[in-house]
């Protein structure tokens, strides 16, 4: 099995510049530092490698034709769609060819008697609910970031979002796909008709983070948006009433279509920026809580969700009045990152899953190990389905604040795997959290996985280093990314003062 780093072995950069430059034209080929130093990261900025060349197709010929010449000189490529993979996945660590897929935006075709749309990588998460909206349907999988991030980005991570616990992530939502394999070979997998016979190919890729080969067009489900919606925010003194109101509704047989947790310090956070809502600064968590359907039995389901809240000791309860209140409590919600800045100098964002249950002991034991390694912690989480989110509230300048992040990150993780949780929720493995593959998967597993990463990509040129463990049993990162990363922080604290 070829894992071997690609980059090691060179490569005639000026002929393969020329090449490049001879498909696509030289405006949309970058290479000098100062371009590409864009491109040295993704949502992951503790960790940074600088791209050879970085490449903007605008079709699946082009696409075709750059993997052919980076095949034919053995160079790593990288897709990237808006760079905010929270798990490094778009960073390309061992150099090569980025190609960035902003110049295949465009939303193909919507067919609402089908009721799907056909769209290229680069479009825009929320641009398809945008342009499905006139005729009232939307498309489901909504992370946080869908304001930016593209939809070849979310196939590959298999993105989820407030509304996965209803509604599914990204991969119930993908009918099919045109790829390009790392031979420039083009594929359709699957049908727009739905489940196709023989292998689930398109499952096989959703979450394959890049590694499998390239996603040039995506045929995605529509759904009719639902009638009738109420959208509630529960505020609490205490952490655990909060959790056990979550476990409660589940318990309950009520499904929300979104189930979120804010904590005391991202409250703070929130009501310190533009889109503060008025929630108390001194609350310790709050819930937003939404159900969504048809009108007939809404009313009915909300009110035994009230019933599980008052009884949970919630000291404050909202029910959005119209359109307008409920935009701004998710606006608070989905901008709760963007307003970390507001309290921290820098955060790191984690993402795992733990048994719902678990829930008022992991929150616990979060907040301890932050306190231990002198850190402030955060959390915004899809709190329904157990996927944490503990931000690490940190300050690059303080000496060994990197290490001491990534340490308490490890342990946290570490945590989330021993009460029966799993790596990832939705951010996928990336380079960050691919060390700790072993915590929960055997050799034979990660084995089996090579095997089928093997047969999409069998000489490793796309997106290689990812998701599987480099040095066993050591929580090194590959040498050319500590080198690189360290000399780019001496450089950022030289240019920008933080
Ligand atoms: C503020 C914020 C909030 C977020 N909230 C959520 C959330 O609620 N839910 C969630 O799931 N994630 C969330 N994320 C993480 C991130 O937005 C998702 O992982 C998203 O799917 C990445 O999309 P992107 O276009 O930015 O992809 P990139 O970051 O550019 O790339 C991500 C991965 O996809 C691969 N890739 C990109 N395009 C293609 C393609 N055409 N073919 C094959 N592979 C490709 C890349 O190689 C990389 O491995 C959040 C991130 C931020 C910064």
């Known amino acids: 099995m070829n894992n071997a780093p690609v980059a090691e072995r060179g490569f005639p950069k000026e002929e393969v510049y020329r090449h490049l430059v001879s498909i696509l034209g030289k405006e949309w080929v970058l290479h000098t530092p100062e371009e590409l130093i864009v491109y040295e990261c993704d949502g992951l900025t503790l960790h940074t490698r600088l791209p050879d060349f970085v490449v903007f197709p605008t079709c699946t010929e082009e696409v075709v034709k750059i993997v052919k010449l980076a095949g034919q000189y053995k160079i790593p490529f990288v897709p990237r769609g808006a760079g905010t993979s929270l798990s490094g996945g778009a960073i390309p660590v061992e150099g090569g060819v980025v190609l960035e897929f902003s110049r295949m935006n465009r939303i193909l075709n919507i067919d609402y008697e089908n009721r799907l749309a056909i769209v290229q990588p680069g479009v825009v998460n929320l641009h398809v609910t945008q342009a499905a909206k006139k005729k009232n349907f939307y498309y489901a999988p909504d992370p946080s970031s869908q304001m930016v991030s593209t939809i070849g980005g979310n196939v590959a991570e298999n993105a989820g979002g407030p509304h996965t616990l209803k509604y599914g992530v990204t991969t119930n939502h993908v009918m099919a796909l045109e790829v390009v394999l790392p031979d420039g070979e083009v594929y359709e997998l699957g049908t727009a008709a739905g489940d196709a016979v023989g292998y689930d190919l398109v ?82 968590a709050v819930l937003l809580i939404e159900i969504d359907g048809l009108a007939t039995g809404i009313e009915q389901q909300m009110e035994r969700i009230l019933e599980v809240i008052k009884t949970n000791n919630a000291r404050e309860i909202r029910v959005a009045k119209n359109e307008t209140e409920r935009k701004k409590l998710w606006a608070a919600r989905k901008n709760a990152f963007g307003a970390y800045g507001r309290i921290s100098a820098n955060y790191y964002t984690m993402d795992g899953v733990i048994p719902r249950s678990k829930l008022p002991q992991i929150l616990q034991e979060i907040d301890d190990l932050g306190r231990r390694h002198g850190l402030r912690m955060a959390n915004v989480f899809h709190a329904g389905d157990g996927n944490l989110h503990p931000i690490i509230l940190y300050d690059i300048h303080q000496p060994g604040a990197k290490e001491n992040v990534l340490a308490l990150a490890g342990e946290i993780l570490q945590r989330c795997v021993e009460v029966g949780g799993a790596l990832s929720g939705e951010h996928g493995i990336g380079l960050e959290k691919q060390e700790f593959m072993s915590l929960i998967f055997s050799e034979a597993d990660l084995h089996a996985m090579q095997q089928l990463k093997q047969v999409f990509n069998p000489e490793n040129l796309a997106n290689p280093s990812k998701i599987f463990p480099i040095r066993r049993g050591c929580r090194e990162l590959p040498k050319n990314i500590l080198e690189s990363s360290d000399q780019k922080y001496k450089a950022y604290q030289e240019i920008v003062r933080f």
């Open 203 to 284: 499952g096989s890729f959703v979450g394959s983070e890049g590694t499998f080969g390239i996603v040039t067009q995506i045929t995605v489900r529509l759904l009719y948006s639902p009638p009738a919606v109420k959208t509630m925010l529960a505020v609490y003194d205490s952490v655990v009433d909060a959790t056990k109101t979550v476990s409660g509704i589940i318990a309950r047989g009520v499904v929300p279509a979104a189930l979120e947790m804010i904590d005391r310090n991202t409250i703070q956070a929130i009501e310190a920026s533009v889109y503060a809502t008025g929630i108390p600064k001194d609350a310790e």
